[in-house]
Each structure stands twice: as C-alpha cells, then as structure tokens.
C-alpha cells in the first residue's frame, strides 16, 4: 500500500489552545476519507480551524514535483496570515 506522509509544521508553537486545536482537527483529517497529503487535506484542515475559533487560520502547502510523486506535502499551519510587509 502506497503512504502517504505530511511534514506538519506549527508556527505558533508558543500557544497551546492553537496547537492543540491543530492536533485534533489534525486527527479528524487523518481518520477521513483523503489523502493526508492532497490540498483537500490541508483545505479541510484549515475549515476545521476557522470552526474552532481561529477564523484567520491558514494552511500553506509545500511539496516538489519529486515529493507530490512520493506523495509526500509540507503543511506549514498559522494562526493567521503573514503580512505580505514581513514576507519580503
């Protein structure tokens, strides 16, 4: 059977509600019907949030042609958006 495999990376480790609001949104993805790995997942993990009290919740995904073919994503998951300011 094929794997799938997510790199789940928290940015706003310092604040525990959030992470463990990721945790189990994390685990109701992880227990459906996607693919860990597929935009679905991280769509639906990003809706999860936004119910649960983060309404500026996002989701990046990250993965390489090499990693998508290996079914393999990086979900980088915030309590909000960047400023574009910041990014830069």
């Known amino acids: 059977m094929l794997e799938h495999r ?3 990376k928290i940015v706003d480790w ?9 945790d189990r949104a994390w685990d109701t993805i992880c ?3 996607v693919d860990v790995d597929s935009t ?12 649960s ?15 998508a073919l290996a079914h393999v994503a990086h979900f980088e998951v915030r309590r909000a958006p ?3 300011a910041l990014t830069r």
Do not use: M, S
């Not at 310092?14 to 990721?22: N, T």
């Not at 009290?53 to 990693?67: F, M, N």
């Open 6 to 8: 997510v790199e789940l």
């Open 53 to 67: 009290g983060y309404p500026q919740a996002i989701v990046d995904v990250h993965k390489t042609v090499d990693e």
């Open 14 to 22: 310092d604040d525990v509600a959030f992470r463990e609001a990721v």
């Open 82 to 84: 960047v400023p574009a």
């Open 40 to 51: 679905t997942a991280a769509a639906h993990l990003q809706l999860l949030l936004r119910g």
């Open 31 to 33: 227990h459906g019907a």
